[in-house]
């Protein structure tokens, strides 16, 4: 157990308490021990100086694809979280489209065992609704959740029989965790690789209409108002899907729901030229769409900013668009890309960005963390939200390249990362 | 002299970046090269000493023999490879493909590929030519220059000409190919066929749509008849050939209606029956072999302007010492 931590002078932002103000926070035996003004350092203690900086409860990302075990030379557990930790993230959650698929409470105790020896993030493993994630039959969930998983997807493939989502809304309820979902009906989606529309018409691309996604979030909510459960809808990039969620919040429907960056900064304009950096499932859609999920994000009906961060290797990235899986890497750009599309364009404020970062992320999924309470997990993240900084993918501590986001000038990142009171992540400034 | 400069650039990807002064600088330029193909021997050293990968990852007989005769007219050196039988299905990639045939220092390559973007991905990647003989769904450049080569030659203009694309529009290279250069060229364009096959926001490109055959039949001066792939009843996009016969098949029954004489063209492979009736095709308006011939010209002409060549000069340059 490393010694005290004393963190002088920053501006400590915690919305689950709804603190924005100059103090210190000390962190004693990887707790939060303390949240005041002008707090004495205990003998032994390593000191901080954050002025100027801004201290935030550990932000966390959600959706996460760590690659390991089957991908490692997309991603490991090691590398995926020291991105995540170099990306300000104190911890994520591991999806589990992994091979073999985790689907039972060994696949979670793997994922977990690699986590704590990896050193960086903390990480948080998700199981699967079904068996392989077929679709078929529901996974171990109640071993799962014993072994350390804090949440179910199928992600990667949505659960298209709604009797399975049903009872997976169902079950899931004894163990108090949500069912997330890729919302999208893959009859729609046919063989579209791109939003449906114009620019998809001109490139010779087959699309996928908003339709594909809206059936499903429609039919989740459904389900979530029949059975009474939590059910989280991923990465929502349609206007009409963000309209049915906050109109199922006021309806008192439990759900919660995802924005990405990318679907809160680019359209599908950006595929032009084919490039395979700007695949990614649900697909960037058309500029209304954009708007409204930024506009869910900064009501609220979106109540987490998560990356979905999805490594692939350049040779694989490296193809015809059709032929090019789906998804981009986020960990590392996450902060900066929401600190400057986000808040710097005055959509949210800094402490409405670090509660979808954090204590909303925390609540959605009942994760400790999320806030700065004397008692909780000495998870903090010191960000300075002036820094200019490009992104140059060739520095990422990811093990894959695939971002629509280099040669970026993004303004403002995480200086410290601190997970149970030690620094896993520091700028010497 | 004018001065020396590249007219299409490095490559022909397709006719959606091109200027309407560039397709009409290809046109022009195909014009001399056709005389070629009438010699006794057919053969001239306009490429003399260039070597030219015909790389085609899909099945082509029609496209890729008419480049290789433009190639050969031309004396080019030439080497065909074809999916089945080469590296390629033995799981090499493209980008591998293509960086081991530029190690071989070779000048051009035609790409035919199954996935929209293939040509632009090539052509990025590598510094010699690359000419797009089709590429997924996206386009096929050649095809609608001699498409509008054969329109031209019989109507001594495009601008102003309506001209409608019948069928399989969102599978469609050539409907895409033919929508740009003809749009950018002054022609009107329409599209026709079962709204399970005209992608969304077609209208947006700037072209009418029309449901039924007869409207097109009524308003048109040219049909562009398209391939339907018989896969495409199994997929679900349409009930049977017969149907599609019977409402959007090109028929003289149909055709009988029209105000004026129709041009009827067709890029071939037909399905006669199905997409176009026997008498239609080998009717007097049907030009589908001067189609073919004219392929030919076109792709001398984009093989000579890609290597540099000046349309004002094409006339000199063919006149070279015969082999």
């Not at chain 1, 400057?340 to 009942?366: C, K, N, Q, W």
Request: glycine share 10%; net charge negative; hydrophobic share 45%.
């Amino acid at each position: 157990m490393s010694g005290p931590l004393l963190i002088r002078g920053g501006r400590v932002v915690d919305p689950s308490q709804a603190i924005d103000v100059v103090w210190d926070v000390l962190v004693v035996d990887g707790v939060v021990a303390e949240v005041g003004e002008g707090i004495d350092p205990p003998e032994g203690a390593r000191e901080i100086d954050a002025r100027g900086l801004v201290v935030a409860p550990g932000l966390i990302d959600v959706h996460v694809h760590l690659r390991e075990p089957g991908g490692e030379h997309k991603e490991t557990i090691a590398t995926g979280l020291r991105a995540a930790a170099a990306g300000g993230f104190t911890a994520v959650c591991a999806m589990p489209n992994t091979d073999p698929v985790v689907d039972d409470p060994a696949g979670v105790g793997f994922v977990l065992a690699q986590g704590a020896a990896a050193g960086a993030a903390r990480v948080y493993p998700i199981g699967a609704i079904s068996v392989g994630q077929e679709g078929q039959r529901l996974a171990a969930i109640g071993e799962m959740v014993e072994a350390g998983a804090v949440g179910i997807t199928d992600d990667g493939n949505p659960v298209m029989d709604s009797g399975l989502m049903r009872r997976a809304l169902e079950y899931a309820q004894a163990f108090d965790i949500p069912v997330a979902d890729h919302p999208e009906d893959l009859g729609l989606s046919g063989a579209g690789v791109m939003n449906e529309g114009l620019i998809a018409t001109r490139l010779g691309l087959h699309g996928k209409p908003n339709a594909s996604e809206d059936v499903h979030i429609v039919r989740d909510l459904l389900l979530a108002d029949l059975t009474g459960g939590h059910v989280h809808l991923q990465h929502v990039s349609t206007a009409y899907g963000v309209e049915m969620i906050r109109q199922a919040k006021a309806r008192g429907v439990h759900v919660t729901a995802e924005a990405t960056p990318h679907h809160l900064i680019l359209t599908d304009k950006r595929v032009e030229g084919f490039d395979t950096d700007a695949k990614m499932n649900p697909p960037l859609r058309s500029l209304a769409d954009r708007e409204a999920v930024r506009e869910g994000l900064a009501d609220g009906t979106l109540d987490v900013f998560a990356s979905d961060h999805a490594p692939h290797h350049y040779d694989e990235k490296e193809q015809a668009f059709a032929d090019a899986p789906n998804g981009i890497i986020g960990l590392e750009t996450a902060l900066g890309l929401g600190l400057t599309y986000v808040v710097g364009e005055g959509l949210i404020d800094l402490p409405a960005l670090i509660h979808r970062m954090s204590t909303g992320p925390a609540e959605a999924f009942g994760l400790p963390g999320g806030t700065l309470a004397p008692g909780s997990p000495g998870d903090v993240t010191i960000i300075d939200p002036e820094q200019a900084w490009t992104v140059e993918r060739d520095g990422f501590l990811s093990k894959s390249r695939n971002t629509p986001f280099h040669g970026w000038e993004l303004k403002g990142r995480a200086l410290y990362t601190i997970v149970g009171g030690v620094a896993v992540w520091e700028v010497t400034r | 002299m004018n001065q020396p400069r590249l007219y299409l650039g490095k490559d022909l990807v397709g006719l959606e970046s091109l200027s309407a002064e560039q397709i009409l600088t290809i046109l022009d330029t195909a014009e001399p090269f056709k005389e070629i193909s009438e010699r006794r021997i057919k053969k001239v050293p306009v490429l003399r000493g260039k070597t030219i990968v015909n790389l085609f990852f899909e099945a082509s007989t029609r496209t890729r023999v008419s480049f290789e005769f433009a190639e050969k007219r031309l004396s080019a050196d030439t080497v065909n490879i074809s999916s089945s039988g080469s590296s390629v299905v033995k799981g090499e990639t493209l980008v591998d493909t293509a960086r081991n045939l530029e190690a071989m220092r070779i000048d051009m390559v035609v790409i035919r590929h199954g996935s929209s973007g293939a040509a632009k991905f090539l052509a990025e990647r590598i510094p010699s030519n690359v000419i797009n003989a089709g590429d997924g769904s996206h386009e096929h450049p050649t095809q609608a220059l001699l498409d509008m080569l054969t329109i031209r030659d019989h109507f001594a203009r495009i601008e102003g000409l309506k001209v409608c694309l019948v069928g399989d529009i969102l599978h469609s290279r050539v409907a895409r190919s033919n929508i740009y250069g003809l749009l950018a060229l002054g022609a009107e364009v329409a599209v026709c066929g079962p709204k399970t096959l005209l992608p969304l926001g077609t209208a947006e490109l700037g072209v009418t749509v029309f449901s039924r055959i007869e409207e097109a039949i009524q308003w048109a001066d040219v049909l562009n008849v398209l391939r339907l792939q018989l896969e495409r009843m199994e997929a679900g996009f349409l009930p049977s050939l017969r149907e599609y016969n019977q409402v959007w098949g090109v028929t003289r029954a149909k055709l009988e209606e029209a105000p004026n004489d129709l041009l009827i063209l067709h890029p071939g492979p037909m399905n006669r029956g199905v997409e176009i009736d026997s008498d239609v095709a080998d009717g007097p308006h049907a030009m589908i072999l001067q189609q073919v011939t004219n392929g030919v010209a076109v792709r001398m002409a984009v093989l000579y302007l890609l290597a540099g060549g000046a349309p004002d000069t094409a006339e000199v340059a063919k006149e070279g010492v015969e082999v």
